[in-house]
């Protein structure tokens, strides 16, 4: 059974590698969060010694401090349940680009039940805790650096499953790439990866007009936030508000059934857009995200595919029937390399993990256990 040091202290080691990669990218060596411990910056701290004072299904989660390549980095763990076995690998959630460990924490306790699980705040986060270092800010490449250095950090060689949610499926994908040593497998759910380009018109316009767009989007919403920020965040949360209230209440973009995931989560997201109004200028960093990942999947599909192409671990894909952001089409595609296994999921929307934990935990105990059998599980293939 695989338990996590019980404390990790602000010093990176003799990590070297990953640190030159990420901190070639980094504003300052060190990293100065939104808000500090007892959340004197203004916004709402959510971090606890045990998760169970928020919720009782969180009880046993912990948050953890560490520090990666001289920054600051903030996220949750929780040790294996006892029905783990032994050998269980260490679980590492990967949130969507400037996302925090929280916003899939509901996911945390179905996890542990296949070994320990550790759930990081990325960099930029809004609702988190590690705060935004990169100089011209996210990209799937650069969180995936920082990932890489994240797990050697913790020391988990050779014992980690990826996770990997909606734009956090590319990061973890090419996080693999770096360190195909340390990673046993990886689940991407509902991930952002290439689409497929049904018509040469179609390419060339990504390339001409695409790139424009893309190009121009983040200085873009830059205005837009300074000038309609807190409007937009007061319209969210109602959104979310409603669809966590109404019965069987679907959404057209999602999918779905939001009404499924539980109050405590839903708390958890509201809270995290009272601290983006506080600070709405925090949000330029998730528009910079969106238009990487938009990059990557229409306009640069050739070098995406290629460091997808090395992945040479076991790897799973989960969809939702009901999920609109994604492709199926294009998800089955990429599912056709050696070691890639799809498995779509009747009735759930994009927010699968928290929508239905209990049923993305199951299908991932069922994958490692015919992984198991396959050459190559646990090492490069």
């Not at 990325?122 to 797990?151: E, K, M």
């Not at 709405?280 to 050739?302: N, W």
Request: net charge neutral.
């Amino acid at each position: 059974m695989t338990i996590l040091p019980a404390a990790l202290y602000d010093d990176p080691g003799a990590i070297v590698d990953p640190c030159l990669w990420f901190m070639d990218h980094l504003r300052h060596r060190r990293l100065y969060p939104y808000c500090d411990y007892h959340g004197n910056g203004g916004g709402i701290t959510v971090r606890y010694d045990d998760w169970g004072v928020r919720s009782q299904q969180w009880a046993g989660l912990r948050s953890v401090s560490t520090s990666v390549c001289g920054v600051h980095v903030h996220y949750v763990r929780a040790d294996p349940a006892s029905a783990a076995p032994p050998g269980a690998p260490v679980h590492l959630l990967v949130p969507p680009m400037t996302g925090s460990a929280s916003m899939w924490i509901d996911l945390v306790p179905h996890l542990r039940q296949l070994g320990a699980v550790v759930s990081v705040d990325l960099p930029g986060t809004i609702a988190g805790h590690t705060g935004a270092p990169y100089r011209h800010g996210p990209r799937p490449d650069l969180d995936a650096r920082f990932v890489s250095a994240f797990v050697r950090q913790l020391r988990l060689e050779n014992q980690v499953v990826l996770h990997g949610w909606s734009m956090g499926g590319l990061v973890a994908a090419l996080a693999a790439g770096l360190m195909p040593n340390e990673i046993r497998g990886i689940v991407l759910v509902a991930p952002a990866l290439p689409w497929r380009l049904t018509s040469r018109v179609e390419a060339l316009g990504w390339q001409t007009l695409g790139r424009l767009v893309v190009a121009s989007g983040p200085p873009t919403t830059r205005m837009v936030l300074r000038l309609a920020g807190r409007r937009i965040l007061d319209a969210k949360r109602t959104a979310i508000k409603d669809a966590g209230s109404i019965s069987s209440g679907r959404t057209h973009l999602i999918g779905g059934d939001p009404s499924r995931v539980s109050r405590a989560q839903v708390d958890l997201w509201l809270d995290g857009l009272d601290t983006a109004r506080d600070h709405p200028e925090g949000l330029a960093g998730t528009a910079t995200a969106f238009a990487s990942i938009t990059k990557a999947m229409f306009i640069t599909q050739r070098s995406t595919n290629e460091a997808l192409d090395a992945v040479r671990v076991p790897l799973l894909v989960l969809w939702g029937t009901d999920d609109h952001v994604i492709d199926p089409t294009s998800l089955l595609q990429h599912a056709r390399r050696p070691g890639w296994t799809p498995r779509p999921i009747d009735d759930v929307g994009h927010l699968l993990p928290v929508e239905a934990p209990q049923i993305y935990a199951q299908a991932v105990c069922q994958w490692l256990a015919d992984s198991r059998d396959t050459r190559g599980f646990g090492h490069p293939m």
